[in-house]
């Protein structure tokens, strides 16, 4: 759709929050400029402006007006964009906390189990075992639908493809196969990658993992 709004996202490249925002901003046909941040360096001055508190991206500033936190901007930007566009939460309250809990489950179990697999030496083991109990978790509630939400690819989805994304890059550090162990949340990602603006808004898989071996070997881990 055509957006007369002034959108900028503060992102990086492989960062699987600021691929939350490039999505449902893609989801929703709106036009944004992007303001990359280097993670391995200082942070910029505007991102220490506009998210003071946290200091972290992603952060996407709407009309100048700064909204921090992943999912935060996620539902933001469904709530400001509704018209002509498909909705990505649910508009039955019980199915919205449903996509809401899960989503904060991604961020608190799944997330640190998965940075271990790749960030920190040692780890991996226990962190594979954590990892691989959590996405169990989430290929239980996908069930046998084709999407979490149900027939289209919607909040939830958005909230767990980015760490779909870096199932390459897992497998690679953790020395294991994510599809032999969830079958059908590989078929879900796949059918996911399907989607126009899901494949031209995100790199491909083995550039995350080109992406995750170059912030290694900077950082020295």
Not at 206 to 219: P, R, S, T
Request: a negative charge; one cysteine or more; aromatic letters at 12%.
């Amino acid at each position: 759709m055509e957006n007369s709004d002034d959108l900028v996202l503060l992102d990086s490249p492989g960062s699987p929050f600021g691929m939350r925002a490039r999505l449902a901003l893609a989801a929703k046909g709106l036009k944004f400029r992007t303001e990359l941040e280097d993670l391995t360096q200082n942070k910029s001055s505007l991102l220490l402006e506009v998210n003071p508190v946290h200091k972290k991206i992603p952060v996407l500033i709407h009309n100048g007006k700064p909204i921090c936190e992943s999912l935060i901007i996620v539902e933001y930007i469904d709530e400001a964009w509704k018209d002509g566009c498909r909705p990505l939460l649910p508009s039955d309250p019980y199915q919205r906390a449903n996509a809401k809990f899960w989503a904060d489950f991604i961020d608190k179990k799944v997330s640190p189990a998965s940075d271990k697999l790749w960030e920190i030496e040692g780890e991996q083991q226990a962190a594979k075992k954590e990892f691989i109990e959590g996405i169990k978790m989430l290929e239980g509630e996908l069930k046998s639908k084709p999407y979490f939400g149900g027939e289209s690819l919607s909040f939830l989805d958005i909230a767990f493809l980015p760490c779909y994304y870096w199932f390459h890059a897992f497998e690679n550090f953790g020395k294991f196969s994510i599809e032999a162990e969830c079958p059908k949340l590989v078929a879900w990602g796949k059918r996911c990658m399907e989607e126009e603006f899901v494949h031209t808004s995100l790199p491909h898989p083995h550039k995350i993992y080109d992406l995750a071996v170059e912030y290694k070997n900077k950082m020295g881990i």
